[in-house]
């Protein structure tokens, strides 16, 4: 399990972006939860078998995916997750999700 200075290091990002994002995942999570439960047939477990059991990739993709994170945390300015500082699209942005869901 990664460090919040390991990920923010990793990425290029801040400690504080590291949390910012952790706070707009775990809001987005605990509103999306459900639906996206209800989105298998065979419910939770069948979301987990299908992640490899993996929390933080599904959660990752679950959030991040289709710009969730920044529908649910309107007040934040996420453009960094999907940009960098270049304009460019953050191609790590699910591997960056998975770590910092996991940082401690």
């Known amino acids: 399990m990664p460090t919040t200075e390991e990920v923010a290091k990793k ?31 065979g419910g939770e477990s069948e979301a987990y078998e299908l992640f490899k059991n993996n929390e933080a990739a599904m959660v990752a993709e679950a959030t991040l995916d289709a710009d969730r994170v920044t529908t649910f945390s309107p007040e934040e300015d996420l453009e960094w997750v999907y940009r960098l500082e ?15 869901w996991e940082a401690r």
């Open 11 to 41: 990425f290029d990002i801040t400690v504080g972006q590291v949390r910012q994002l952790k706070m707009a995942m775990c809001r987005t999570w605990s509103e999306i939860y459900s639906d996206w439960m209800d989105c298998f047939e």
């Open 86 to 100: 270049d304009g460019s699209y953050r191609l790590s942005c699910l591997e960056m999700g998975e770590e910092v």
